[in-house]
């Protein structure tokens, strides 16, 4: 990043609560990606800037958040014996970075900025884990740009942040609830009877999925044919088509979406069985619902597509992404052991770096009549590479502004080639459409 800091402005704070304990069960399993990426796996997000907006608002924001949020006022400690603690401060300053846009048109500078943090790597020891940093041209400030590392907070926890912030009382300044179970009390829950049962239940599944599935989704790794990629399907088809299956069937649109997924990453690999990592947000789990940090872990989602018609599977997929979704809170050191060791047993090395990731948030009121009652609009692909993955593939279920599904989908091409994507992505489309029925024969 090309950019020289224009000025550092001190954020001193003061919050409830510090402390020293371990990473929780849910931090410590993103702790194992970030570690395995090399880079902190940061959520960011630009703001443009009205000519309303103040450094001293600015400030109170960003005051705001790490005064009322342990996480974003947690650093990392690094002990001998490979343990990883957060130590909580219950006061400090942190710092906003100023960069002036110059002769540059500043939303350029503020997108550089942003993808520079995207693919950064924190000061974990020594750096809080939420940036704020601004934009200004000819002495106005036109961006701000947040990052938090991906171990102090997931996607959920960053808008309640942004939730509380804008509820606050315009008098007092005080947000209207409590922020929820902060993650040094997540990890004393963590040493109860009732979390080691629930660990001794997911190993159990881990282990029985363990021993029938395939050990990977990718053929043997092939010369790559241009490093990492990523991907980004807008389909409006595929938004009509999900909902109006989803609607028919009398389930959510995640079990479509994830029937079409298997079912078209099935055909290409050959295989009968699709065993996917999936995102659990655990904040189902009791006392859970409003917690504030990273809540998020990897469940093991099993399908078998043999023989099954796309409704079928549909309705499997609704009761295997249930049972994940229970097991998907766990002790990630406990279940690393048994993925090496059943690994052991069964005389091969498993592989599971295929992550299926549904981020979209309430869907609405489904659909009830046929998807192609109305044209859709033409579907667009657009391709980027990048400079780092952490799994072979990722495919990411997004939000989209207007009636219509966006998908990203993050490859390695040393082991999925990205024709072989677009055309995944293209029988995804066809099945939940119904322009293409399964079958397993030709294959």
Not at 158 to 185: H, K, N, Y
Not at 204 to 218: K, N
Request: proline residues 5%; aromatic residues 8%; negative net charge.
């Amino acid at each position: 990043m090309n950019f020289v800091i224009a000025e550092r402005v001190p954020v001193p704070f003061e919050g409830e609560g510090s402390g020293i304990g371990e990473l929780t069960w849910t931090q410590r399993s993103i702790w194992a990606d970030m570690e395995r990426a090399g880079i902190s796996l940061a959520m960011t997000m630009i703001r443009p800037l009205g000519p309303e907006v103040t450094m001293e608002s600015l400030i109170d924001e960003y005051r705001f958040y790490l005064s009322r949020f342990q996480a974003m006022r947690t650093v990392l400690r690094f002990e001998s014996d490979g343990r990883v603690m957060q130590v909580v401060h219950g006061s400090g300053t942190a710092e906003i970075k100023v960069y002036d846009a110059g002769e540059r048109d500043p939303d350029e500078v503020a997108y550089e900025i942003e993808q520079h943090y995207g693919f950064d790597r924190f000061d974990y020891e020594r750096e809080y884990p939420m940036r704020m940093t601004l934009v200004r041209c000819e002495g106005a400030l036109t961006h701000a740009i947040v990052a938090i590392s991906h171990h102090a907070a997931d996607s959920t926890a960053a808008m309640a942040m942004f939730e509380d912030l804008r509820d606050r009382d315009p008098v007092t300044g005080r947000p209207p609830r409590p922020p929820g179970i902060q993650p040094l009390a997540q990890a004393e829950l963590q040493q109860s009877r009732s979390a080691k049962r629930q660990n001794e239940a997911a190993l159990q599944y881990w282990e029985e999925q363990l021993r029938a599935i395939p050990p990977s989704m990718f053929p043997a790794m092939r010369p790559s044919e241009d490093g990492y990629w990523y991907v980004e399907l807008t389909s409006p088809t595929m938004y009509r088509a999900m909902r109006a299956a989803a609607a028919r069937l009398g389930v959510g649109t995640g079990p479509v979406l994830y029937a079409a997924f298997a079912a078209a990453l099935a055909r290409w690999n050959g295989l009968d069985t699709v065993a996917t990592m999936i995102t659990v947000n655990n904040r189902f789990r009791p006392g859970f619902a409003n917690a504030a940090g990273h809540l998020v872990q990897h469940g093991l989602c099993t399908l078998e597509v043999k023989d099954a018609g796309f409704d079928t599977l549909v309705l499997q997929a609704r009761r295997r992404l249930r049972v994940a979704q229970k097991y998907g809170y766990y002790i990630q050191s406990d279940v690393d052991a048994l993925v090496e060791r059943i690994g052991r047993e069964r005389g091969v090395t498993f592989d599971l770096l295929c992550l299926y990731n549904d981020r979209r948030s309430d869907e609405g009121p489904l659909e009830t009549v046929e998807a192609n009652d109305r044209d859709t609009g033409a579907s667009t692909m657009t391709w980027r590479q990048v400079d780092h993955l952490h799994h072979r593939m990722i495919f990411h279920a997004n939000d989209a502004p207007s009636d219509a599904l966006a998908v990203q989908v993050q490859l390695d091409t040393a082991y999925i080639g990205r024709a072989e994507v677009q055309t995944l992505l293209e029988r995804m489309e066809r099945l939940v459409s119904g322009a293409e029925a399964l079958s397993w024969a030709s294959r």
